[in-house]
């Protein structure tokens, strides 16, 4: 008889239903993982351009005595007055090879910051708030005050700003961090100018796409990067943004020990002989271990080295040692001499076999003469 399944209906559709559900989470789990939300917020690399404290691409102007920690550069103009007063702490590069590189790599960032996606979008005014890493967008910036940037413990973090329009700071203002941000993973992508103000002590890559003015006693430990216009310096100092680096110390330590010795041994033998004799004498027994530690030690040291040199190199990691020694299990001997004993009993067996049947069939034709 054959037996047919029969699916229930009921039955058929949970199963269709868990199906659908289980896909359904696998989907929702691949959405949440491939936000940008949930990813760290990489670097903006600005190639060369990440050399010089000030790029320019009509003319660099200083007045007073302002300081530039790394390089400065011109491209394609080719003027950058008042240098002295001002200091370059690193090369000027006016309107050549090294310059064009280095405006080639701040478009590349440029448009990189620019480009980055999810972003959040900011009010105008920056003065009062604390953010987070991640990418900011707004039209126009202001800066009024202190600016505070939280990196929550990670001195990798990354903030982006997105600036439409200019980028302005009152006097006297400030960006801050706290909890380990670095001055080098901050970008403020400005689509026209930025004004520094006078005093204000300001952190990060400013990313230009016409001019910098820095007013009398602006700080800025980052870079003033500017693409197609001027950037003017007034007494400012310029330092070159610090990557901090994780503080932390690995808190485990290998616990293998290896268990492989040389397989070499040393074929030379040293031919000096100590001319020293140890004064001391050890004040420990071996108990199996030696336990005890000689206290006094040669007061001679020996004038020979060893002539020879160790021939063999260890020719593999040994990952174990064995802990007993093999045994060997003795099987039966199914051939050959081993088998001598059963020959007899064999034979035995073989003769009954044959005398019994040799009597049954003698019995057989009996019966059947017989009848």
């Keep these: 008889m054959t037996t047919k399944l029969i699916r229930h209906p009921r039955r058929a559709a949970l199963s269709a239903l868990a199906a659908v559900a289980a896909s359904g989470t696998a989907i929702a789990v691949l959405l949440v993982n491939g936000t940008g939300a949930s990813a760290a917020e990489a670097p903006v690399n600005l190639g060369t351009a990440a050399n010089f404290s000030v790029l320019a691409g009509s003319t660099v102007t200083n007045t007073g005595p ?27 590069h006016l309107a050549d090879a090294v310059a064009l590189q280095a405006k080639n790599d701040l478009t590349t960032a440029y448009n990189d910051a620019a480009g980055r996606t999810p ?15 991640g990418v900011y967008r707004l039209g126009a910036a202001q800066l009024t005050g202190t600016l505070t940037l939280n990196s929550q413990g990670d001195p990798a973090a990354v903030f982006i700003f997105q600036i439409e329009s200019t980028l302005t700071t009152a006097s006297n203002s400030s960006v801050v961090f ?55 310096l007034d007494t400012n100092t310029i330092n070159a943004p610090v990557c901090l680096q994780p503080t932390g110390t690995p808190t485990q330590t290998p616990t293998g ?10 074929t030379g033998t040293p031919t000096g002989t100590p001319t020293g004799t140890p004064t001391g004498t050890p004040t420990g ?10 206290t006094g030690q040669p007061t001679g ?24 020694a093999p045994t060997r299990t003795a099987l039966p001997v199914t ?17 009954i076999a044959v005398a019994t049947g040799a009597a049954l069939l003698l019995l057989y034709r009996r019966r059947t003469s017989e009848s």
């Excluded at 290896?258 to 040393?266: E, K, L, Y």
């Excluded at 027994?285 to 530690?293: A, D, E, L």
């Design 257 to 266: 020990t290896p268990t492989g010795q040389p397989t070499g041994t040393p």
């Design 66 to 92: 302002s300081f530039l920690a790394q390089s400065l550069g011109v491209s394609p103009g080719n003027t950058a007055p008042g240098f002295p007063p001002g200091i370059v702490a690193g090369e000027i």
């Design 301 to 324: 040291t020996p004038t020979g080295q060893p002539t020879g040199t160790p021939t063999g190199q260890p020719t593999g990691t040994p990952t174990g040692q064995p802990t007993a």
């Design 119 to 133: 972003f959040t979008i900011l009010p105008a005014e920056l003065g009062g708030t604390t953010l987070t890493p």
């Design 335 to 351: 051939g050959g001499s081993g088998g001598s004993g059963l020959l007899p009993v064999l034979t035995g067996i073989g003769s």
């Design 178 to 232: 706290i909890n380990g941000a670095s001055p080098c993973n901050v970008y403020w992508q400005v689509g026209s100018s930025a004004t520094i103000g006078t005093g204000t002590r300001f952190m990060g890559n400013i990313l230009a796409q016409t001019s910098i003015t820095m007013n009398t006693g602006a700080t800025l430990q980052g870079r003033a990067l500017a693409q197609t216009g001027a950037v003017t």
């Design 285 to 294: 027994t071996p108990t199996g271990t030696p336990t005890g530690t000689p």
